[in-house]
């Protein structure tokens, strides 16, 4: 959870995708002491907007309701795309063209910040009583912890560019 206080860390237009998820509806209530206007997105109907809040509806796989997502955004905190494990093309629409859709889009909009929830899915296969630490290579144990190495090789991508 966010331990920054909201008065050293604020955004004009915050987005968080995946509002409508498990960890969305959690978010959504607290992310509003961290900007002016929160920015909510979900693939299907959200609950109506509140106070300080936007609800815009849009799928990652689709590169313009991406860029239009991102209008105006200062900063994401992305919890969209497919959350368990699902067989493959759920997963690569959401989680791996998705990502790119929404990486590319906050470059071309200037959007400097995301907030990208990966999951020890991506280390799934290491042994229970292993060690893991950062300079040991991804052992997803299924499509899902894949498709979160994938974001965590995009993200860096994109920090390095």
């Given at each position: 959870m966010l331990t920054t206080p909201a008065s050293t860390m604020r955004f004009p237009r915050l987005?968080?995708?995946?509002a409508g998820g498990n960890l969305g509806q959690v978010l959504r209530p607290r992310l509003k002491a961290y900007c002016d206007v929160l920015r909510v997105s979900?693939?299907?109907e959200l609950e109506p907007a509140t106070a300080g809040e936007e609800v815009q509806l849009a799928s990652l796989e689709d590169k313009d309701q991406?860029?239009?997502l991102l209008d105006g955004v200062s900063a994401v905190?992305?919890?969209g795309g497919v959350s368990t494990e699902q067989p493959w093309d759920p997963i690569l629409a959401g989680n791996i063209v998705g990502m790119v859709n929404l990486y590319e889009a906050a470059?071309?909009?200037?959007?400097?910040?995301?907030?990208?929830?990966?999951s020890n899915h991506v280390t799934g296969f290491y042994r229970q009583d292993e060690v893991v630490n950062t300079r040991m290579p991804p052992k997803p144990d299924g499509f899902y912890g894949l498709s979160k190495a994938f974001g965590e090789d995009l993200a860096q991508l994109y920090w390095d560019r």
């Open positions: 987005l968080l995708t995946g979900h693939r299907r991406m860029m239009a905190v992305h919890m470059r071309l909009k200037g959007v400097k910040r995301i907030v990208f929830a990966s």
